[in-house]
């Protein structure tokens, strides 16, 4: 039996002013998989995933996610959906602790919580905790990752690779079927990237499917399949990395030929 397509890309186009960003995109995310996505500095990979997560609107072109068309759907929509991102760069409230950032990343993106919030805005009481039961969610987020030890600490404390962990919790405690993950082994020592390998892997066994963009090749050699690289804001190539190394114009693309 064929993998079941979760998202579909079709003829995705974003404009920045006169730059063509992404260029007629075409893409597929199947059910338990780990796509890389590829390709030099400026070709559309974060664009790309703005657009998935919603942070863009495309300006042509359609995104289908199983089967419904979200293209342009706000992000908190997308969540509850079952899409969630990270950064390049990790954004934690840095006033709460690791704890309530996740707690935080639950309520905004939990349907349910969002109602109980508006529902009980006078007096405050969508933050007690179990309210809106996002614990268990929060929980498993922080101990998928590793930091459940560290969930009282200030996120301030943290060190990168930690922050880029929390980021990662954030993402996986709105419970998402469809996780984009970019540049997150960036800036990381063998040992930070190879337990963020190990993380990665583990949740394709929970039925979550990732994107993961990134230049680190030796990073994306281990945990994905199937690579799609981009150029000047299109796909050129689909397939295994080691077919893409030896591609004529991936080569061009990447080494100049
Ligand atoms: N908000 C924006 N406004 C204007 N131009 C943008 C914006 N975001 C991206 N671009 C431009 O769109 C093109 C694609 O950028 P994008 O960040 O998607 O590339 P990328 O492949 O993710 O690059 P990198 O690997 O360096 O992160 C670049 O030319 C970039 O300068």
Do not use: W
């Amino acid at each position: 039996m064929s993998p079941k397509e979760i998202l579909k890309v079709e003829n995705v186009e974003k404009r920045f002013g006169g730059l063509k960003a992404l260029n007629k995109v075409n893409l597929s995310v199947y059910e338990n998989e780990i796509l890389g996505l590829v390709g030099p500095n400026g070709s559309g990979k974060t664009t790309l995933i703005n657009v998935i997560s919603g942070i863009y609107k495309p300006d042509a072109g359609k995104i289908y996610f199983f089967g419904k068309r979200i293209d342009g759907i706000a992000t908190y929509k997308l969540a509850h959906l079952g899409i969630n991102r990270t950064f390049q760069i990790p954004k934690p409230f840095h006033g709460l602790t690791v704890r309530e950032n996740v707690e935080v990343a639950a309520l905004y993106s939990g349907k349910q919580c969002l109602k109980s919030f508006f529902k009980h805005l006078k007096n405050f009481k969508f933050m007690e905790k179990g309210y809106c039961n996002i614990e268990d969610d929060v929980q498993t987020a922080l101990s998928i990752v590793g930091l459940d030890k560290l969930q009282d600490k200030q996120a301030t404390q943290l060190n990168t690779s930690e922050q880029k962990l929390l980021g990662l919790a954030r993402a996986l405690a709105t419970k998402p079927k469809l996780l984009l993950v970019d540049e997150i082994a960036a800036g990381l020592n063998q040992e930070e990237t190879d337990k963020i390998a190990e993380i990665l892997q583990s949740l394709v066994k929970k039925s979550i499917s990732i994107i993961v963009v990134e230049h680190l090749m030796h990073f994306i050699h281990k945990i994905t399949s199937r690579v799609v690289v981009m150029d000047s804001g299109s796909p050129i190539f689909e397939g295994t990395l080691e077919q893409a190394a030896n591609d004529k114009r991936v080569v061009e693309v990447f080494l100049g030929g």
